[in-house]
């Protein structure tokens, strides 16, 4: 017997499995029948008054209701309330003790210290970033760049959120690659060193190895410009500028950047700088491979703020911060960089979100499209194992400021301690601050 042509041959499996299918669904169909067919008395309790089917409707709606507000509340949760226009309640809610964790040893928010800031409104969203996100230690920070004055700062520890900025101030955190920040000044005051110098990379950028610092007398493998080193927090690259550019051009340049200074009141504590003349650890430096170079986060936003002024340091200041935090504008002698200087960080920082280690975080996966880009961004980004407190540290130093109205601009300092479970990045709780901002201060409605 010829066998049937293939297309002949599918057409009829294709036939026999319908027929198949509606079989099966004919037998579904009469057994779901019969079951459903019981005795006119059973039938007679299962008559459901008109006024019951609506009240079992409403109390559907009900449910549906309550299941959008469950979605709204997480949109809350993932630090989106500026884009869905939710009112204060809801950050109530989410901030009560039924969305904070189990481990949260606070049962009623403490709002006083909240009140009490510059800017409550953005203190409140701080606060509640600080309760749902529970880092082991979390210091946030935002200060208005034209006036220097802190508008808003949240601090979390021993497993509560704190009424107190008592750790502001504190000397004892790593600064890890925001050390970098000293080294590329250092560079640029040289005059050996631009943003577009090529140097050499060699192995991965967040190592540091010997063999990575030795440079053959005819090396013609993979470069990284100075900027671009910053901007993705390279190791090898900001290490060999920093052993060529030597220990006493880099403590020039940390010393106008405030370390190894004792402030008035000793608010902030003096942040530590120090660098050996040469070999390994004048590198381990340079890109802040070490726990030696320890950073506060309030002098952290007055290097950023330095940057962005083009002026001397100033240790940024508010009315009733005493003793953590200076009561007026205080001007500090440590000289000031060149302008050429302070347009390098400021490209260099911009470069750090728009293609290095922040553009994940700073973007609109946790900020506004209309709000991103309105905003001129830039920051620095490090991390590393600290021991006072033992923990893995993580810090975002940046700034975000309209495009149309340079004047409103923030600083934004956000460092968190992590144990053994870590929490969000310090970018993206830096990205929801700065969102949040701009959605209450920029006139930037889409037609």
């Known amino acids: 017997m010829e066998r049937l042509p293939y297309a002949q041959r599918m057409r009829n499996r294709c036939i026999a499995i319908t027929v198949l299918v509606t079989i099966i669904i004919a037998i579904v169909h009469c057994s779901t029948k019969d079951d459903t067919t019981s005795s006119p008395s059973e039938n007679a309790h299962d008559i459901i008054p008109v006024t019951d089917v609506e009240n079992e409707k409403s109390a559907i709606e009900d449910s549906v209701a309550a299941e959008e507000n469950a979605n709204l509340a997480g949109l809350v949760n993932n630090g989106l309330t500026a884009l869905t226009g939710i009112e204060d309640k809801d950050f109530e809610k989410a901030a009560s003790p039924a969305a904070s964790t189990a481990g949260e040893s606070e049962n009623v928010r403490d709002t006083i210290h909240i009140k009490s800031q510059k800017d409550p409104v953005l203190a409140d969203r701080i606060d509640i970033l600080l309760r749902r996100y529970h880092p082991d230690l979390g210091v946030i920070l935002v200060v208005d760049t034209k006036t220097n004055e802190i508008i808003a700062w949240g601090e979390r520890r021993d497993d509560k959120v704190q009424n107190k900025p008592d750790w502001i101030g504190r000397a004892t955190f790593p600064a890890a690659s925001l050390a970098k920040l000293v080294t590329i000044s250092a560079a640029m005051e040289s005059n050996r060193y631009s943003l577009n110098t090529p140097i050499p990379m060699i192995g991965r950028h967040h ?162 499209r209309k709000n991103f880009e309105a905003l001129r961004l830039g920051g ?68």
Request: a positive charge.
């Open 207 to 368: 190592t540091l190895y010997l063999n990575q610092l030795r440079i053959p007398e005819k090396y013609n493998g993979p470069t990284m410009e100075l900027s671009e080193a910053f901007a993705r927090s390279a190791n090898p690259p900001m290490a060999i500028v920093g052993k060529n550019v030597g220990a006493k051009r880099l403590l020039s340049a940390a010393a106008k950047l405030g370390y190894n200074k004792r402030f008035p009141g000793n608010a902030p504590n003096a942040s530590s700088y120090t660098a050996p003349d040469t070999g390994y650890g004048l590198a381990e430096v340079a890109c802040g491979f070490t726990t030696s170079t320890t950073l506060t986060p309030l002098l952290a936003a007055a290097q950023v703020r330095a940057v962005l002024t083009k002026k001397p340091l100033e240790i940024p200041w508010a009315r009733d911060m005493a003793p953590y935090a200076p009561q007026k504008p205080i001007a500090l002698d440590v000289g000031k960089f060149s302008e050429n200087t302070y347009y390098g960080l400021r490209e260099a920082m911009l470069r750090s979100v728009t293609q290095g280690t922040a553009r994940k975080h700073m973007s609109t996966k946790n900020m506004a």
């Open 380 to 447: 620095k980004t490090g991390s590393l194992d600290g021991t006072d407190p033992a923990g893995r540290y993580d810090w975002f130093m940046g700034f975000a400021e309209a495009k149309n109205d340079p004047s409103k601009s923030i600083v934004v300092i956000v460092m968190q301690m992590h144990k053994e479970i870590r929490s969000q990045p310090a970018t993206q709780v830096a990205a929801a601050i700065i969102n949040y901002w701009a959605h209450q201060n920029l006139d930037n409605k889409r037609n």
